[in-house]
């Protein structure tokens, strides 16, 4: 008999490969394009710390790595949900393009309102096939919206 267990950790470390990588990919954009310009916008006042950014993208990468790992394990047909979420990976990962190397504040927020669609909908794919993997999308999404909210405010100073 073929024993998967080492399969299904081979899978979570890819998982997690992914997610760390979605990290690193975001705060590489955000480092080499950042300055001088994000310095010079005008920002509100309830903008975090320049340092609260890195754990707080690497902490949600990695668990919505893991829910989508714990979606993986399910029996059920689960390759559509899992589609849906690698394209709102890419999705995601454009924010950091848009927004620091490009500087287009309204196109990112384009990109965050897509990105908080994708995983409502996700939540919704998700809660039949595995109800932890919702719940841990739930603080991303939450962060989602404090950064739409954050996003649309520099739009509106600058």
């Known amino acids: 008999m073929y024993d998967l267990k080492p ?18 990919w975001g705060g590489y954009v955000t480092n080499y ?8 916008i005008i920002k509100p006042t309830f903008n975090p710390p320049d340092w609260v950014f890195a754990p707080i993208w690497i902490f949600l990468y990695l668990t919505i790595a893991f829910a989508a790992w714990l979606i993986w394990l399910s ?26 190397a490009m500087h287009q504040i309204l196109a990112s927020l384009v ?5 908080i669609i994708f995983v409502i909908w996700l939540i919704k794919l998700y809660l039949p096939v595995n109800k932890i993997s919702a719940i841990l999308m739930v603080p991303y999404l939450f962060w989602l ?14």
Do not use: D, Q, R
């Open 145 to 158: 919206c404090f950064a739409f909210i954050l996003n649309y405010s520099i739009y509106n100073l600058n």
């Open 33 to 40: 394009f950042k300055e001088p310009w994000y310095s010079s």
């Open 75 to 100: 029996p059920k047909n689960t390759e559509k949900i899992l589609k849906i979420f690698f394209v709102h990976l890419l999705i995601n990962a454009s924010w950091s393009i848009a927004f620091f």
């Open 111 to 115: 990109i965050i309102g897509i990105i």
């Open 7 to 24: 399969k299904k950790f081979i899978a979570l470390g890819l998982f997690f490969c992914l997610g760390l990588f979605m990290a690193l």
